[in-house]
């Protein structure tokens, strides 16, 4: 166990934050970590021992609960995501922008110390290389949820570069995780074929079978997170994000991987049709693969998971969480 640190999560019901809060208590001990968000999490949530409501736009709660409990790192990943903030704009813009500057001016004025914020490959747009795309890209993204995510990393990058807040991000690819349902992302469509396969057999994609995404699964992208901020200030030389890259699909290649590991196992088909809607557009903006070598760099991160790995470990927690809950 690494020394304990007074720790706030926003966000913390979300697919990462869920993970994330779990993996924070069991590297700093449960007392040491609090976990906010607007939905109460149900009993059995990793959230739900030390929870507090807080809505992210009310700074003065916020202010509160980092007196009351003593916080000196926040990690902020209270967000709208890409598909359910183009049905409202200006919601998303509300709460991913002033949500993230209401933290930084907490950490401005010396109530927190660290601060982390997610990214996503959302902020870059249809003009950028669309394989390896490098962290010096230019932003011009095409949905909200991203132009709300390109601001927030200039806003960290100012507050660092201004006040000396020590804030640190990543850009996040789309995150697959057997431990949450799908979140309302665009990429989500590779946690729910999963769930679809088993339960039914049958999945109907939002997005072209070809369409080819940067994606991580869920363990590698805790564990970039933890390494990122645990490493030393001086080795973090990017202040917006940083590229990360665990592997890169297309809904058709990890149907085929699949169907393949289900026939091994002997437990069903899956039929896969094509049925791409608005999601598809936004997707195809987006970059096929990113460029990660400065995060390999500067704080040596390694992706550990591939597609057959990726799918053989999420078919295994899921048929074992099947197992329990009968």
């Known amino acids: 166990m690494t020394s ?3 720790i706030l999560v926003t966000g913390a019901t979300g697919q990462i934050g869920t993970v994330l809060s779990a993996a924070l208590r069991a590297a700093h ?3 040491a970590v ?12 990793p959230c739900a021992e030390r929870f507090a409501t807080l809505d992210v736009l009310d700074a003065a709660r916020l ?7 003593r916080i000196e790192t926040v990690y902020h990943l209270s967000a709208v995501l890409s598909a359910r903030g183009e049905a409202d ?8 922008v002033n949500g993230l500057i209401n933290v930084l001016e907490a950490a401005r004025e010396g109530l927190i110390a660290r601060v982390f914020f997610p990214s996503t490959i959302a902020v870059f747009g249809p003009n950028v290389p669309p394989n390896g795309t490098p962290d010096d890209a230019v932003l ?4 909200v949820y991203g132009m709300s995510k390109a601001a927030g990393e ?3 990058a100012y507050y660092h570069a201004r006040w000396g807040v020590d804030v640190r991000g990543l850009r996040y690819p789309g995150v697959i995780g057997h431990q949450s349902l799908p979140g309302g992302g665009t990429t989500d469509y590779a946690v729910d074929i999963f769930h679809q396969a088993l339960e039914n057999g049958r999945y109907e994609c939002f997005l072209a079978a070809d369409q080819r995404l940067p994606m991580i699964y869920m363990d590698d992208a805790i564990r970039a997170t933890l390494e990122i901020m645990a490493a030393p200030a001086e080795q973090i030389r990017r202040r917006t994000s940083y590229n990360l890259q665990g592997l890169s699909f297309s809904p058709a290649e990890i149907a085929a991987e699949i169907r393949g590991e289900m026939r091994r196992r002997g437990i069903g088909e899956l039929e896969i049709v094509y049925r791409p809607d608005y999601r598809q557009a936004i997707a195809a903006s987006w970059p096929r693969s990113v460029d990660d070598r400065e995060a390999r760099q500067d ?7 591939e597609l057959p790995q990726l799918v053989a470990d999420m078919l295994d927690n899921l048929a074992a969480h099947a197992t329990c809950t009968v």
């Open 29 to 31: 001990g449960s007392d």
């Open 299 to 305: 704080w040596n991160w390694r992706a550990r998971f």
């Open 154 to 156: 200039n806003w960290c």
């Open 34 to 45: 609090l976990c906010t968000d607007i939905v109460t999490p149900p009993p059995a949530s």
């Open 140 to 143: 011009n993204p095409t949905t």
């Open 63 to 69: 202010r509160a609960l980092v007196a009351e409990h």
């Open 89 to 96: 704009p200006l919601r998303t813009w509300e709460v991913n």
């Open 4 to 6: 304990p640190q007074r």
